[in-house]
């Protein structure tokens, strides 16, 4: 392999490594906070992309791709919540609920899968990249789009970290993910507190759905 392959292989590993750390950084909020584990976590990132397509596209209702990113973050971070209002809290007392969760969160993933079917058809769709041009680095061309995930990628996980280590609501939802009953006994909203934890995690997914569509196919 030449230099210049590896330096290419390196720069595409940053592009998708990025938004692999984005996706998991999400479903690892869900499970420190709720100890299980999100089998929609995918569908989710899946859904963000989708509603971003149907807002930013002429196809759509062509309004761009700043509104449809915002939109699509924000109506992921509500499936998010109705997730968990309605398929994690009814069992959350339930001695098995990790695999309760399993269960439930599939046939969750299953429903959105197909309403997006429904909605959306079977063609692959892609989303505009965010900005035009290339970038050079080291000898490397990438597209300006990919350079800018890879730059704010990591600034969106130390805000998130920020937020969980500075912030009153992500110390709240640090002390749940510690001891939930300790938590409770000092007043914590435990069930508000999971609400966000999954809003947040699903509002990430959302987010690296929309920077995921505008390298690769939707379908």
């Not at 984005?22 to 509603?51: E, K, R």
């Not at 046939?107 to 959105?112: H, P, Q």
């Amino acid at each position: 392999m030449t230099l210049q392959a590896f330096l290419y292989t390196l720069a595409s590993g940053l592009v998708l490594g990025s938004l692999y750390a984005l996706m998991a950084t999400g479903l690892a909020v869900v499970w420190t906070t709720l100890g299980i584990f999100n089998f929609s976590h995918g569908v989710f990132i899946s859904a963000g992309a989708y509603i971003a397509w149907q807002v930013a596209d002429t196809a759509g209702w062509g309004l761009g791709l700043t509104v449809a990113a915002v939109t699509a973050v924000v109506s992921v971070f509500s499936i998010g919540i109705l997730f968990q209002i309605f398929l994690i809290r009814p069992f959350q007392k339930k001695a098995n609920l990790v695999l309760l969760a399993v269960i439930t969160t599939l046939a969750g993933s299953s429903l959105l899968e197909n309403t997006a079917i429904l909605l959306w058809g079977g063609r692959s769709k892609q989303l505009p990249r965010v900005i035009d041009g290339n970038v050079s680095l080291f000898g490397v061309t990438i597209s300006a789009h990919e350079g800018l995930i890879i730059l704010l990628v990591p600034v969106l996980i130390t805000m998130l970290w920020f937020f969980l280590h500075k912030t009153h609501l992500g110390l709240s939802m640090r002390a749940v993910a510690q001891n939930r009953e300790s938590a409770e006994l000092i007043g914590l909203n435990i069930q508000g507190l999971y609400m966000m934890a999954f809003g947040i995690s699903a509002a990430l997914a959302g987010l690296a759905g929309v920077f995921l569509g505008s390298i690769r196919f939707i379908t």
